[in-house]
């Protein structure tokens, strides 16, 4: 059996290995061509959704030590609630996205039959371009790529080929229950169609290469248009209300929706885009967001996506030196100055606040794939590659060893607050309103206390000096990383 595997040479190669025909004719054909390879390991997903999978995974073990292919035990937990299908492979592609480098290659065993039956799948569920084209031989995946070798063949010349070569493999009981859907589709659906129609796989195939060829060009043509309604504020990068409003209605939501795929991840539906899309036009702000698991926000011609905060109205952390706090979407850090410039791509002078907090910084080639903007949001602007937003103090802080250090979530909106050079304090509603800070970008930005004594708000403004002990000792900046998928 020829399968060309010389096309992913020079790249580190990992094996989803489930212990199934499929997979462990890939593990052999891949171990037979590893000197394309920079090196080669198979992972096995553990599900806990099977008394057996203990069994399985040493099998899987003791077939790849036959083959001398260093294996690995992935664990997973699969939410029961909802497609507990859906929930499995989400978990599965979580976990090989841990091994992802840019010269990585994950190979999964998916063949034609797979294909025909992921097909039927879309269409039954009304999917549209995107979902048709789901399951291309090779893509990009994390920060590396996810190819299909065996997409071509056939279940059953799988199965006989491994019979050929003695090659032991598991059967997964749950191939018979039709109580799910694929299942249901492989038995009593598909063999009526190969029956009928007997050339369907390979025609299906040739669908999926035709329609991802549409794809590929129908996302090249909405990333140039893209770029007409890019717009930034202060804070945030999104696209802007006004400008994606003089396209057709069709072209909106096709824009929005490739947006928000790219940028953030996220899968809207209908629905789901056409309540963005009535942001502009609502009249009030605070009612302009729906959460997508993350929350998509409107915010002065700005719409933008955050993850969604759970942190209770005035709650206080506190914060020391050397240890995050963290939380589902990212962490806040007190970081030395010599580290923050050198990993976040920040250079000393960008830091710098004025009076006002509002440090006008362009953009240079030094900062390359990072556009900082006023007070120090660097954000990722590689679509493909993952993005984080750093949201950086205006305040520095030296040699605050041994100070308690505390951040104050959601306070009050009649807090009042002083920022430095003032001589009136003003309560934190109209502070927000006068440095545009977008709605739901507000609760990442806490309160930052030491001693009780209030120094500012992260990322907004000053309240007092940089803060000097009697001790000298290296500057230190309070730091929230919000890490996007």
């Known amino acids: 059996m020829k399968v060309d595997f010389s096309v992913y040479q020079n790249l580190h190669w990992i094996i989803g290995f489930s212990g199934g025909a499929d997979s462990r004719l890939l593990l052999e054909l891949a171990s037979l061509n ?40 992935e664990h997973v937990t699969v939410p029961l609630k909802g497609s507990i299908e859906a929930n499995a492979r989400e978990a599965r592609y979580n976990a090989f996205a841990k091994y992802m480098t840019p010269n990585t290659v994950l190979f999964t065993a998916h063949h034609a039959d797979d294909l025909l039956e992921n097909e039927l799948l879309a269409l039954i569920r009304g999917s549209g371009i995107n979902g048709l084209s789901s399951m291309p031989k090779f893509r990009r995946f994390a920060q590396g790529f996810l190819a299909r070798p065996l997409l071509s063949l056939a279940r059953s010349e799988i199965v006989k080929e491994c019979a050929i070569r003695g090659l032991l493999y598991v059967t997964d009981p749950t191939n018979s229950d039709c109580a799910y859907d694929r299942n249901f589709l492989r038995s009593q659906i598909t063999p009526l169609l190969k029956e009928r129609f007997p050339q369907i796989l390979s025609s299906i195939i040739k669908v999926q290469e035709n ?69 502009g036009k609502l009249g009030s702000d605070n009612k302009a967001f729906i959460n997508l698991g993350f929350m998509v926000s409107y915010y002065k011609d700005l719409i933008y996506a955050l993850p969604y905060i759970d942190i209770r109205p005035n709650s206080s952390y506190i914060l020391q030196i050397g240890k995050r706090l963290e939380f589902a979407w990212g962490y806040y850090e007190v970081i030395a100055s010599s580290e923050l410039f050198k990993n976040h791509f920040i250079s000393k002078t960008n830091i710098e606040c ?39 103090s205006c305040f520095k802080l030296s040699n605050i060893k041994g100070l308690e250090l505390v951040l104050s979530f959601n306070i009050p909106s009649s807090t009042r607050l002083k920022p430095q050079g003032r001589n009136h304090s003003q ?20 309160l930052v206390k030491i001693n009780d004594n209030p120094l500012g708000i992260l990322g907004a403004f000053n309240i007092a000096k940089d803060y000097q002990s009697s001790q000298e000792g290296e500057d230190y900046y309070v730091i929230c990383v919000i890490e996007k998928p």
């Not at 930034?232 to 006004?242: D, M, Q, T």
């Not at 009076?355 to 602007?381: D, W």
């Open 34 to 73: 590893r000197h394309y390879a920079l090196s080669i390991k198979a992972i096995y997903v553990h599900h806990h959704l099977q008394s057996v999978a203990d069994e399985w995974a040493l099998i899987c073990k003791n077939e790849c030590t036959k083959l001398g292919v260093d294996f690995l035990v």
């Open 354 to 392: 004025n009076v006002k907090g509002h440090n006008e910084v362009k953009e240079s080639n030094s900062f390359k794939e990072k556009r900082v903007f006023r007070n120090f949001i660097a954000q990722n602007l590689d679509l493909n590659d993952k993005k984080e937003l750093l949201l950086a």
């Open 427 to 446: 309560i934190i509603k109209n502070l927000w309103k006068e440095y545009e800070v977008p709605l739901y970008l507000r609760s990442f930005m806490p």
């Open 211 to 279: 329609l991802t060829h549409e794809k590929d060009s129908y996302e090249e043509l909405l990333s140039k248009e893209l770029e007409n309604i890019r717009s930034a504020n202060a804070y945030l990068e999104g696209i802007s209300f006004k400008k994606i409003s003089t396209y057709s209605l069709n072209l909106q939501r096709e824009l929005l929706r490739f947006f928000l795929k790219k940028a953030y991840n996220i899968i809207a539906n209908r629905d789901e885009l056409g309540q963005i899309l009535k942001f």
